[in-house]
């Protein structure tokens, strides 16, 4: 077992804290006060780890968006069929409702409401990261259509878009009327939209 060293364990302790603190009060809206209240460090300890404010979200938001790939990685883990993979798309989305690994929900999402040119960029990672979640969702259906699962004529981009903006959508409305029944919906909606992409079998 490999031993981390103080100053390794440190540097995670900050980015898990400062994570939750830009998730909830935003990258533009947090300040330095709240970072080392929530980190019990000075500034000056905070910036022998990171350089500024900027940098510490940057790698904040990357930390972040690593434990949603993570959880859905660990979702995936059991099953490599297509359609069961899509819906544990939907159902990570959900999941970060009720039991988010930050906290305020989807750190992607709440970045992604937030950022605009004034931040290049963390706009730019932003977009980066969802881009990968694209790239994932793509992956999967693109393999669906190779073990003849879903249809040829299926656009795994289409797919995708769908995917992401319905839950994405869902969570937002979800948050703001605090009722989780709009994620329920999309959630059912994905559901019965995966299905239409498989290949229809005699009966």
């Not at 500024?52 to 859905?72: G, N």
């Not at 290049?120 to 790239?135: I, N, S, T, Y």
Request: glycine content about 6%; overall charge neutral.
């Amino acid at each position: 077992m490999r031993l981390i060293p103080k100053g390794e364990r440190q540097r995670q302790w900050i980015l898990t804290q400062a994570a939750h603190v830009f998730s909830v009060r935003g990258y533009m809206g947090a300040s330095m006060d709240d970072l080392t209240h929530a980190t019990g460090l000075t500034k000056g300890g905070i910036y022998h780890y990171f350089g500024s404010k900027d940098a510490l979200a940057l790698e904040a938001f990357d930390f972040a968006a690593d434990l949603v790939y993570a959880r859905f990685d660990t979702m995936a883990a059991a099953t490599s069929d297509p359609l069961r993979r899509l819906l544990i798309v939907a159902e990570l989305f959900r999941s970060l409702i009720d039991d988010p690994v930050v906290k305020g929900g989807c750190p992607i999402l709440n970045a992604a409401v937030e950022v605009d040119d004034t931040n290049p960029a963390l706009c730019a990672r932003v977009r980066q990261r969802m881009a990968g979640w694209r790239d994932r969702v793509c992956a999967i259906v693109q393999q669906g259509k190779t073990q003849g699962v879903f249809r040829a004529d299926v656009i795994p981009e289409t797919v995708a878009t769908v995917a992401i903006a319905t839950m994405e959508g869902a969570i937002m409305m979800s948050k703001l009327y605090g009722d989780r029944h709009y994620l329920d919906q999309a959630v059912d909606h994905l559901a019965d939209y995966f299905n239409t992409l498989q290949v229809e079998r005699p009966s």
